[in-house]
Structure formats: structure tokens, C-alpha cells
């Protein structure tokens, strides 16, 4: 009856009342709006705290992100920070000089202050921009301070070599960071280029991003506070490589770099350092298969000159690195691009190479041969180029092991 009523009232007044499952769904709905509202009541304790908790995280993920950013990153990855601390000590192991007068302190002294200055320039060198008109200032300077110390001696020979392992140390980990980052964009692909932006404003993503000059101030200050031990990161500012648009530039640069630096190392007796660094960049030697021709080309003419170096006898290294460095880059010499702007080396350097790289495999243990003869066979194969043709060094290999085999046939049969 009481049903009969409410259909009559509401056919009366024009108004259509809801089912009780409608109703009943928008009541569920109302539940579910409540649940979104801080200040409703329908929040029990556990969603209060829940929703304070979650605050409290993002709040400290940007103090973090605000913390990181003005605080100067560690040169210590780079070797600037320990090679200025060796330099000027007497009781250090790389400055091999006997303290007994008050002359030799202060030669000791001399040489600590040039080597930093030499670290200086160093580091400037891989920070301008190669076409910054400065650059070239700085690369002279650089060499002129190591003709310098290698003509004055009394120790400042061991100066050039700490500062310029240190130099290659620091140039390498910014070449091996920037070619990671040019492979993480081709492997994300440009349809993600504007998303990564995003990521970027995301906590903690822009640690390593340049400021301005004011606020880079601000960031020295600040740091000297929080981390004193770092008193030299305002003399060594961190990487700017890593999301620079024009990587492909920089990488180069760094590169090239390395290739001098590595032949300053050779004139200061001082590539065993760069050779064992060298040889155990197993991740860069996998990029640099990929990278830009005129990338590549830096890099080769490197590994070429180390190999060189160690087949001439300049330079002692353990035959472990030795194998290393072929192992790592016998497939860059494979498939880097020879032709246009990537032009390596000149038909005569070509022959030279070749001959140095099949040197150095004969020299090494028949079973490391075995291992680096197979890599160039298969790389060789597949690559377009008809260089580096080791197959007299192949063929070397395969008639000493016939020969090893035949004769160990006959010791059996004795």
C-alpha cells in the first residue's frame, strides 16, 4: 500500500524515483568520492596515515633532489682529488725524492704547485668546449707546462706523469659517460624524448645538471659546509656531459683527447697507466662498435698507438693486459667506418697497424691466439671493411699448432 502511494505522489509531481539498485550504486559511488576527501569522515585512521606518509616521502624527495643539487660532486671517481693529494708530499709514492735539506723541501713544495696548476688546466681542457677560442689556449698551456717540467727535471718528470694518468682517468670516465648516455637515447628512440624531460624534474634527476653562475656559488658554499673534504671541487667542477643535445660533439672531443693525452703519456714514459685503464674499459670498447665514425676514429688511432707502444718494448705491462686489450678492442678495428669523414689512418699507417696487431697477437700464448684470432675471424667476416686482414697471423697460428700437435704425436709414440 505504502508503495502504491509513493508511485501516485511521484506521478503527481512529474519526479521518477530510482530503483534500489540504482540506489544502492549510488551510494557505493558517494563511499568511493568520500574516500578521495582528506576531510571526510568516512576515513578511518590507517587512510590518514597512509595519505601523511605519502606526503612526508614526496616532500623529502624533493629536499633531496634541492640537497644534491647544491651539493659539488666528489672528484674522487676521476683521480683528480687523490692525485692532489700525492702531489707536494714527501712521503709521497709517485714524487721518489729524498728530503734532506731545507733546497729539497722547497723543490718538493715547487712541484706540488705545478702539479696542481697542471691538473687545472687539465681539467679545464676537458671542460671548454673545443670551439671555445680559449680551448686552444688551454692546450697549449697544457703543453707547454709538461715541455717545461720535462726539461727542468728534479722531479717534475713524476709531476707530468701523476697529473696526466690523472687527466686520462678523469677524460675517459666523461667519454664512458657520454657515449652511455648517446646509447640510452638511440635505444629509447625519439618518441620518448619529450617523456625523458619529464623524468628529468622527477627527485634527484637533475643532480648532475649545470647551474648558473649564481647559483653554482651557492652550491660551492653550501658544500664546503657539508662535505669540507671536497675543498677542491670549486677548482674541478662536475661533468656537464650528461644531457647535453649535442653529445655526439662532445664525445668526440673527449676522444680526441684521450688520443693526445695518451701521447703525452708516451713522451713522459708514463702509458702503463693509460694502457691498463685502457684495457679494462670493457663497456666503452662494446659502445664505441656503434658509435659515430669520427668517434671511432680517435679511438682506434688510441688502441693502435697503446698496441704499438707494447710491441715496440717501451712499455712492461703483464701479458693478462696485454690480452685484454685485444680482446676489448679487436672488433672496434673490424667495423669502424673507414671511408668519408672517418678517415683513420692513410694507406701506409694501415699497413704499419696491421702488422703491429698481428706482432702483438704472435707474441702472446698459443691459447690466448686461439681466443683472439677467433674473435677477428668472426668480426672480420661479417664487417664490410677489408680491415685489419690478419690471416698471415692466422695462418702462422694454425701451422704452430699443427706442428705442436705432430710433435707431441711423436713423443707418445717414443
Known amino acids: 500500500m505504502m508503495a502504491e502511494e509513493i508511485n501516485v505522489v511521484s506521478s503527481f509531481f512529474g519526479v521518477e524515483l530510482l530503483s534500489p539498485s540504482r540506489r544502492l550504486e549510488f551510494r557505493r559511488m558517494k563511499s568511493d568520492l568520500d574516500k578521495l576527501n582528506i576531510f571526510s569522515v568516512n576515513w578511518n585512521l590507517a587512510d590518514h596515515v597512509r595519505t601523511i606518509g605519502l606526503f612526508i616521502l614526496y616532500f623529502m624527495g624533493w629536499m633531496m633532489r634541492i640537497l644534491f643539487t647544491f651539493v659539488p660532486q666528489r672528484m674522487d671517481v676521476c683521480g683528480i682529488s687523490t692525485a692532489l693529494d700525492s702531489l707536494g708530499h714527501p712521503d709521497s709514492p709517485n714524487i721518489r725524492v729524498v728530503v734532506d735539506t731545507d733546497q729539497d723541501h722547497l723543490r718538493i713544495k715547487s712541484s706540488g704547485a705545478i702539479g696542481r696548476a697542471l691538473l687545472q688546466v687539465l681539467s679545464l681542457v676537458n671542460d671548454l668546449p673545443a670551439s671555445s677560442r680559449k680551448y686552444a689556449f688551454a692546450r697549449a698551456l697544457t703543453e707547454k707546462i709538461i715541455a717545461e717540467n720535462l726539461s727542468h727535471g728534479y722531479g717534475f718528470e713524476s709531476v707530468n706523469r701523476v697529473a696526466l694518468s690523472a687527466g686520462f682517468k678523469r677524460t675517459l670516465a666523461f667519454l664512458n ?60 667542477p662536475p661533468s656537464r656531459v650528461v644531457y647535453e643535445e649535442n653529445g655526439t660533439l662532445m664525445a668526440e672531443k673527449l676522444a680526441e683527447e684521450l688520443l693526445w693525452l695518451a701521447e703525452k703519456l708516451s713522451v713522459c714514459s708514463a702509458l702503463e697507466e693509460g694502457i691498463n685503464q685502457w684495457s679494462s674499459s670493457t663497456s666503452l670498447a662494446s659502445m664505441a662498435v656503434s658509435a659515430n665514425p669520427r668517434i671511432q676514429r680517435s679511438m682506434v688511432r688510441l688502441t693502435a698507438l697503446l698496441v704499438h707502444e707494447i710491441v715496440q718494448g717501451n712499455v712492461d705491462v703483464a701479458r693478462e693486459v696485454k690480452f685484454k686489450l685485444l680482446l676489448h678492442w679487436i672488433p672496434l678495428f673490424c667495423t669502424a667506418t673507414h671511408g668519408g669523414d672517418g678517415v683513420i689512418f692513410n694507406t701506409a699507417e694501415k699497413v704499419d697497424a696491421e702488422k703491429t696487431l698481428a706482432e702483438a697477437i704472435r707474441n702472446l700464448p698459443d691459447s690466448d691466439q686461439e681466443v683472439l684470432l677467433a674473435i677477428w675471424l668472426q668480426e672480420y667476416a661479417m664487417s664490410p671493411s677489408d680491415w685489419p686482414n690478419l690471416q698471415s697471423c692466422y695462418d702462422s697460428w694454425c701451422f704452430e699448432t699443427r706442428k705442436l700437435g705432430h710433435r707431441a704425436h711423436l713423443d707418445e709414440g717414443k
Do not use: D, Y
Request: hydrophobic share 45%.
Open 177 to 236: 659517460e657520454t657515449l652511455a648516455s648517446l646509447h640510452q637515447q638511440k635505444r629509447v628512440g625519439t618518441v620518448w624524448s619529450v617523456p625523458l624531460k619529464f623524468i628529468r624534474m622527477l627527485p634527484g634527476a637533475g643532480m648532475a645538471l649545470p647551474l648558473p653562475a649564481p647559483l653554482s656559488l651557492v652550491r660551492s658554499t653550501i658544500g664546503g659546509f657539508l662535505n669540507p673534504s671536497s675543498h677542491w671541487g670549486h677548482v674541478f
